[in-house]
């Protein structure tokens, strides 16, 4: 009954036309996936509903709501468990001194690099795709100092609203151009259980910026606690638009990370890192190249390889936005190296994707 | 003098010219006149895009505000609603919604079509007076659709970075509005035109309202651009083109 009522909500408040400013919009997507172990081909179909509520904004407050539904109709018809995640569910209150956010938000660092070391939420980043652990319960204090000058600090909550200092990460962001450059500079102390193997404190650096016509970015994160070795983190990346025929344009990104991970645990090394006591440096060389096919459809492919062992992980993607505005996706991965290295197909060698999606 | 920043602006900078011919009227003078139409100090315009391939069309609309340097455009169709840009000098600035995030746009992608449109960010964004980035003179006169037009040509002036090293433009010898304009390679191959669709006297002013841009190194496709309304000299609220107003 719940789910029906959820539902029945939902397509009436999509399908009703915007009253005044309160608008309503989002996507309606429907994901078939494979992925193959070992011998083994597993596949599954998965709808989802992205769903956001424009609210108007009255005088300096500004409430945003967004929630994506898994599985909803599967989960009414074909009782197949469906999932609620509220993106966003926030206050924002907007003065000539500071922004005030609290409540469900996205808190993102990302400074234009595939991969973000030194983010609020570590984890690989493409810009403009979506990760969950982006959003987050949280407080944000946004500071301008001029016009490309800010100051934000960050009070999140990975366990909800909890008042235990213990269950609370918080961090502190400056940002300011300097010399035609983007440079941030960001302190972030995790909860006490989020990583237990990783070091509580971190320091980042980025820039980002222009050499000619080349786009040049950089990053550099220190990672300590207390009785652990500190270690570092080093990225450095180019992007680059090739002019073809004076038409398409290719565009490309190639980014170097290094990853110093002296202060993980052991079993983090070798087991998830797949690092042996002689390594002190996990290296990897990230690219994407992109080709626009024509104004609608484009063909990519994105690498990831590990220069320490020569393992591969490669992903073409196709992308065309079909007649009746839906967008279709298909992408694959798959993992290649000999056995034991970072990216050995063991056991997962490959995955597949179709995506279909529809902005409304 | 300056011109309007925004998806407006890329039918103010295609219709630029100099030259003088037989009316009497200077190339300076031609060109004055067009300014005195087409080129705003401030604007705020709501706009929209009509991207077409073949039998294929997506539509984008937008709300831009423009002063001297500057230009901030917001998107407002569903599929890129909320996507903002801003562009302080040199500098181009992005807002994602969904991770509401602010990335410095590199250099080079300032010649890319803007959101998959014929237009480039550059076309689109660029707030140098044509006058300033090339070196027009009069080819002759010649009627477009009925009406008589200067025809001019553009080179691209020593040491200026610009999208197209060559422009033909058709300019309206009575209203003095730019009907047609050629964009060339530096090759020298015709890469695009844009035409003039509508015009609208808005107070002494004539403006450019609609136009179609055709790519002519790809068949059946062409993005048109309609202004759906324009503001000449509006107030613009201090803070409109930072950082702390895109995100």
Request: glycine content about 8%; charged content about 25%; hydrophobic content about 40%.
């Amino acid at each position: 009954m719940d789910k029906l009522l959820i539902l029945a909500l939902v397509l009436g408040l999509a399908l009703s036309p915007p009253v005044q400013a309160l608008e309503i919009g989002g996507q309606a997507a429907l994901l078939w996936s494979g992925s193959l172990q070992d011998n083994d081909f597993d596949s599954e179909l998965t709808e989802s509903l992205d769903l956001e509520i424009f609210f108007p904004r009255v005088n300096n407050l500004e409430l945003r709501y967004g929630f994506l539904l898994t599985r909803p109709l599967q989960g009414l018809l074909a009782d197949k468990e469906g999932s609620y995640f509220a993106k966003k569910l926030y206050l924002k209150h907007r003065s000539k001194l500071f922004h005030l956010t609290v409540g469900r938000q996205p808190v993102s660092w990302s400074f234009g690099s595939l991969i973000n070391p030194v983010d609020f939420t570590l984890g690989a980043e493409t810009l403009d795709t979506e990760q969950q652990s982006k959003y987050t319960d949280a407080v944000e204090v946004y500071i301008p100092v001029n016009w490309n000058s800010s100051l934000a600090l960050v009070l999140s909550f990975p366990d909800g609203f909890i008042d235990e200092p213990d269950r609370m990460k918080w961090g502190i962001r400056g940002r300011t151009g300097m010399g035609g450059y983007d440079v941030t500079l960001n302190y972030v102390h995790e909860a006490g259980d989020a990583y237990p193997l990783i070091p509580r404190q971190r320091l980042g650096l980025a820039l980002k910026g222009d050499v000619g016509s080349l786009g040049v970015y950089g990053a550099f994160g220190l990672y300590f606690d207390q009785d652990v070795d500190s270690s570092r983190s080093y990225l450095a990346g180019v992007d680059y638009s090739y002019n073809l025929d004076y038409d398409a344009k290719i565009t490309m990104q190639l980014e170097y990370l290094g990853i110093e991970p002296d202060s993980m645990e052991a079993s983090m090394r070798t087991g998830l890192l797949k690092m042996d006591s002689s390594d002190d440096r996990l290296d990897l060389l990230i690219g994407r190249i992109t080709y626009p096919i024509d104004y609608f459809a484009s063909l990519s492919l994105v690498t990831m390889v590990s220069l320490d062992d020569g393992s591969v992980i490669v992903g073409p993607i196709y992308q065309n936005t079909l007649p009746g505005n839906i967008d279709l996706n298909v992408g694959a991965t798959a993992f290649l190296g000999r056995d034991g290295a970072l990216f050995a197909p063991d056991p997962l060698r490959a995955i597949v994707s179709i995506d279909l999606s529809y902005p409304f | 003098m300056k011109r309007l920043i925004g998806l407006s602006v890329c039918l103010l900078m295609l219709f630029h010219a100099q030259a003088a011919l037989g009316s009497g009227l200077t190339a300076d003078e031609i060109i004055k006149r067009r300014d005195h139409n087409e080129y705003v100090t401030t604007a705020k315009a709501e706009s929209e895009m009509l991207i077409v391939n073949v039998n294929r069309k997506m539509t984008k609309t937008m709300v831009s505000y423009a002063d001297e340097d500057n230009a901030l455009v917001i998107f407002t169709n569903p599929r890129d609603r909320g996507t903002k840009f801003l562009k302080r000098d040199d500098d181009l600035w992005m807002f994602f919604p969904d991770a509401e995030e602010m990335i410095k746009i590199s250099g080079h992608m300032l010649n890319q079509g803007m959101m998959g449109s014929d237009f480039s960010y550059q076309d689109i964004m660029e707030s140098d007076k044509l006058t300033d980035l090339y070196d027009f003179k009069l080819l002759g006169e010649e009627e477009l659709d009925g009406r008589p037009c200067y025809v001019l040509e553009g080179i691209a002036a020593q040491g200026k970075e610009v999208s197209y090293l060559r422009r033909k433009s058709w300019v309206d010898k009575e209203k003095f509005i730019g009907w047609k304009e050629e964009l060339y390679a530096r090759s020298g191959r015709l890469l695009k035109v844009m035409e003039t669709k509508r015009i609208e006297q808005i107070g002494e002013r004539w403006y450019p309202m609609e136009a179609v841009m055709e790519d002519k190194l790809r068949k059946n496709t062409r993005t048109e651009f309609i202004i759906k309304s324009i503001e000449f000299d509006p107030e613009i609220p201090a803070g409109t083109f930072t950082l702390e107003n895109l995100r």
